[in-house]
Nanobody, 124 residues
Framework: QVQLVESGGGLVQPGGSLRLSCAAS????????IGWFRQAPGKEREGVSC????????YYADSVKGRFTISVDNAKNTVYLQMNSLKPEDTAVYYC?????????????????WGQGTQVTVSS
């Protein structure tokens, strides 16, 4: 049984940083893809970043490129999203999602497993 558990959300001032974690169990550590999505109030869920565990290939949405960094610790089956220079428009519930197979996925429908989400609020 696959389980994804996010942690690390919270309240941060503009310009600050947070690191989100996604602990994945039940997924082969070298044959899976983990993605981060977010959903702001009144908006559709959007893809933020993803990483393929086998080769470490990554993808970033234009809105976060240069500010967010995704990484994976295969020994811990955990994917991290380091978020720097946070802006109020980054405020959202952040979800991690998992898929079998190690290649880049951009869209929600490509992921089979989802975490419960963690709230990130950027406000002064």
């Amino acid at each position: 049984q696959v389980q994804l558990v996010e942690s690390g959300g919270g309240l941060v001032q503009p310009g600050g940083s947070l690191r989100l974690s996604c602990a994945a169990s039940g997924l082969a550590p070298d044959y899976s893809t983990i993605g981060w999505f977010r959903q702001a109030p009144g908006k559709e869920r959007e893809g933020v970043s993803c990483i393929s565990s086998r080769d470490g290939n990554t993808y970033y949405a234009d809105s976060v490129k240069g500010r967010f960094t995704i990484s994976v610790d295969n020994a811990k089956n955990t994917v991290y999203l380091q978020m720097n220079s946070l802006k109020p428009e980054d405020t959202a519930v952040y979800y991690c999602a998992g898929a079998l197979g190690s290649w880049i996925r951009h869209y929600e429908y490509e992921y089979n497993y989802w975490g419960q989400g963690t709230q990130v609020t950027v406000s002064s």
